[in-house]
């Protein structure tokens, strides 16, 4: 527009792209003004250019004065929108960076570029905190009929989600991605503003502690179910997401990821005050939030299945409740695209040669790995005092899985 607008008052055409203050003053010595007068106002401006009219006789100025003072109060107003910009920009860094409580020491470990800070008692990326999400996530507009589907990373999270979307979809078969169907709410896909203009019910995984969770789900809004597992279990499965997900790209033996779980240094950490904070306010809240274990769901899945529809007073027959048990067992998603994640290789979330994410799906793995008596020690050390603070416990196997 400013090409053609120039176009129109002289015969002069610019090439913007090239454009200097060099270029600018060999081609229209008007612009050899100081740099002081520059800043006027284009009021000031108007009114500079009508006084030097006024003192040439009430003369017309030249085309091309025109010109270049149209160009430097446009270029002016340009500088001062970008200068303003980034200043915004700095203030609001600095305000997010001030919310940061610290920055985590860099394990060598992680071998993808991973800044983990804590951030409102919870360890999550300084990405998370720097780039608005973490405020977007607390600002997110939550509706009565929002279903919130959280836990700590690893605990049976994607076996609740299929499970749900079932039991409020009539138990339909959808080829739609899990992350389609229940997106994640503080993942850059498909982001909090494409969750927040879905229309209908929502279902919205979260790994987020729930004094991270939206504002509205303080105040009463939408249903929460949490999904726990014990933590040694954890550890073992969140070991091999760690070393599975490029973006994490562990590489250390187990010993070295125990240390890190135990010291709260991996995302969503610490451990007990997560499922803690969820059990207290289930009891407080039981008509909004709903906490449900892995261990009973591996033990009696029809039992946890009713459990979780009669929380949503969902419309399930005794047939549907069968069906969906049949179609939400390890063995029928691990094959299942639409809830396994193979997409994942597509699009380079994942690296080669490493276990999948349905991975073995039981009760008790931690047998085979907490062998060496000082991972073992620490993880029991940790245990206990998880326990000794919350009173909370762990089912760490039962008699229908191995
Ligand atoms: S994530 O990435 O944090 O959302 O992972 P999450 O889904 O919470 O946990 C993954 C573990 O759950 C197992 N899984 C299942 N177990 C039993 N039945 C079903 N249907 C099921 N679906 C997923 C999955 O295999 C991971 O556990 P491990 O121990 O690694 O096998």
């Given at each position: 527009?400013?090409?053609?607008?120039?176009?129109?008052?002289?015969?002069?055409?610019?090439?913007?792209?090239?454009?200097?203050?060099?270029?600018l003053?060999?081609?229209?010595?008007?612009?050899?003004v100081?740099?002081r007068?520059?800043?006027?106002s284009?009021?000031?401006?108007m009114?500079?250019?009508?006084?030097?009219?006024?003192?040439?006789?009430?003369?017309?100025?030249?085309?091309?004065?025109?010109?270049?003072?149209?160009?430097n109060?446009?270029?002016?107003?340009?500088m001062?929108?970008?200068?303003?910009?980034?200043?915004?920009?700095?203030?609001q860094?600095?305000?997010?960076?001030?919310?940061?409580?610290?920055v985590?020491?860099?394990?060598?470990?992680?071998?993808?570029?991973?800044?983990?800070?804590?951030?409102r008692?919870?360890?999550v990326?300084e990405?998370?905190?720097?780039?608005?999400?973490?405020?977007?996530?607390?600002?997110?507009?939550t509706r009565?009929?929002d279903?919130?589907l959280?836990?700590?990373?690893?605990?049976?999270?994607?076996?609740?989600?299929?499970?749900?979307?079932?039991?409020?979809?009539?138990?339909?078969?959808?080829?739609?991605?899990?992350?389609?169907?229940?997106?994640?709410?503080?993942?850059?896909?498909?982001?909090?503003?494409?969750?927040?203009?879905?229309?209908?019910?929502?279902?919205?995984?979260?790994?987020?502690?729930?004094h991270?969770?939206p504002?509205?789900?303080?105040?009463g809004?939408?249903?929460?179910?949490?999904i726990?597992r014990?933590?040694k279990?954890v550890?073992?499965?969140?070991?091999h997401?760690?070393?599975?997900?490029?973006?994490?790209?562990?590489?250390g033996?187990?010993?070295r990821?125990?240390?890190?779980?135990?010291?709260?240094?991996?995302?969503?950490?610490?451990?007990?005050?997560?499922?803690?904070?969820y059990?207290q306010?289930?009891r407080?809240?039981?008509?909004?939030?709903?906490?449900?274990?892995?261990?009973?769901?591996?033990?009696?899945?029809?039992?946890?299945?009713?459990?979780?529809?009669k929380?949503?007073k969902?419309?399930?027959?005794?047939?549907?409740?069968?069906?969906?048990?049949e179609k939400?067992?390890?063995?029928a998603?691990?094959?299942?695209?639409?809830?396994?994640?193979?997409h994942?290789?597509?699009?380079?979330?994942?690296?080669?040669?490493r276990?999948?994410?349905?991975?073995?799906?039981?009760?008790?793995?931690?047998?085979?790995?907490?062998?060496?008596?000082?991972?073992?020690?620490?993880?029991?050390?940790f245990?206990?005092?998880?326990?000794?603070?919350?009173g909370?416990?762990f089912r760490?196997?039962?008699?229908?899985?191995?």
């Amino acid at each position: 527009m400013l090409t053609r607008l120039i176009r129109r008052g002289s015969a002069y055409e610019v090439n913007f792209n090239r454009l200097s203050w060099s270029s600018l003053k060999n081609r229209f010595p008007m612009t050899n003004v100081p740099i002081r007068s520059l800043q006027l106002s284009s009021s000031a401006q108007m009114g500079a250019n009508k006084a030097a009219g006024a003192a040439f006789g009430k003369r017309t100025m030249p085309k091309n004065a025109v010109v270049s003072t149209f160009i430097n109060t446009t270029i002016l107003i340009l500088m001062g929108s970008v200068g303003s910009l980034l200043y915004h920009k700095y203030q609001q860094k600095q305000k997010r960076l001030a919310k940061i409580d610290r920055v985590l020491p860099v394990s060598p470990y992680f071998k993808a570029p991973l800044k983990l800070v804590m951030y409102r008692n919870t360890v999550v990326t300084e990405e998370m905190v720097l780039d608005g999400t973490a405020e977007r996530v607390e600002a997110f507009e939550t509706r009565p009929t929002d279903i919130f589907l959280t836990s700590f990373p690893k605990s049976g999270t994607t076996w609740l989600q299929e499970v749900v979307f079932r039991l409020c979809n009539q138990n339909q078969d959808s080829t739609e991605i899990l992350e389609d169907r229940v997106p994640y709410l503080e993942f850059p896909y498909p982001g909090i503003k494409d969750i927040s203009q879905r229309e209908g019910q929502r279902l919205i995984k979260s790994h987020l502690p729930l004094h991270l969770l939206p504002k509205g789900v303080w105040d009463g809004q939408g249903k929460v179910i949490y999904i726990y597992r014990n933590p040694k279990d954890v550890a073992v499965s969140y070991f091999h997401f760690a070393q599975l997900l490029s973006y994490l790209n562990f590489q250390g033996p187990f010993s070295r990821f125990v240390q890190l779980f135990v010291k709260d240094e991996i995302p969503y950490a610490p451990y007990f005050p997560h499922v803690n904070e969820y059990i207290q306010y289930s009891r407080d809240r039981p008509e909004q939030i709903l906490c449900i274990s892995y261990e009973d769901m591996k033990e009696n899945p029809e039992r946890e299945v009713r459990k979780i529809a009669k929380f949503l007073k969902a419309d399930a027959t005794d047939e549907m409740i069968e069906s969906i048990c049949e179609k939400t067992t390890f063995d029928a998603m691990k094959v299942n695209p639409a809830s396994n994640y193979q997409h994942w290789k597509t699009f380079g979330l994942v690296l080669p040669n490493r276990e999948p994410f349905m991975r073995k799906g039981i009760v008790g793995d931690h047998a085979n790995y907490f062998k060496d008596p000082f991972t073992q020690n620490e993880m029991d050390k940790f245990i206990e005092i998880g326990v000794k603070n919350t009173g909370l416990n762990f089912r760490y196997s039962i008699s229908n899985d191995n």
